[in-house]
């Protein structure tokens, strides 16, 4: 069994930062891809930014030059600094991993969820 966990939400200003945290546990052999993804109220869920085992970043246009995702092989954990931040950028974030296990193949795993508020 794999579990994501997911901190660092809250209420921020506008123009403010924020930094999320996913730390992935249990019986772990190996994690692929990694990335957070976000779902505003009335729209679907979109990706955000994904990060590779080897480091290799990809961000969503909308993000690009504001979000800057990392990854902690040695610690489970993928990061994700949010500078810069408008209202548009409220959202329930969710962290996925792909991750594989001593009994099952890469399967992609979410967390719980963390909110993310941007408003004076």
């Known amino acids: 069994q794999v579990q994501l966990v997911e901190s660092g939400g809250g209420l921020v200003q506008p123009g403010g930062s924020l930094r999320l945290s996913c730390v992935a546990s249990?019986?772990?052999?190996?994690?692929?891809?990694m990335g957070w993804y976000r779902q505003a109220p009335g729209k679907q869920r979109e990706l955000v930014a994904t990060?590779?085992?080897?480091?290799?970043?990809n961000y969503a246009d909308s993000v690009k030059g504001r979000f800057t995702i990392s990854r902690d092989n040695a610690r489970n954990t993928v990061y994700m600094q949010m500078n810069s931040l408008k209202p548009e950028d409220t959202a329930v974030y969710y962290c996925?991993?792909?991750?594989?296990?001593?009994?099952?193949?890469?399967?992609?795993?979410w967390g719980q969820g963390t909110q993310v508020t941007v408003s004076s």
């Open positions: 996925s991993a792909a991750v594989a296990t001593m009994t099952r193949p890469p399967y992609d795993y």
């Open positions: 249990g019986s772990i052999s190996s994690i692929y891809a």
């Open positions: 990060i590779t085992r080897g480091y290799i970043s």
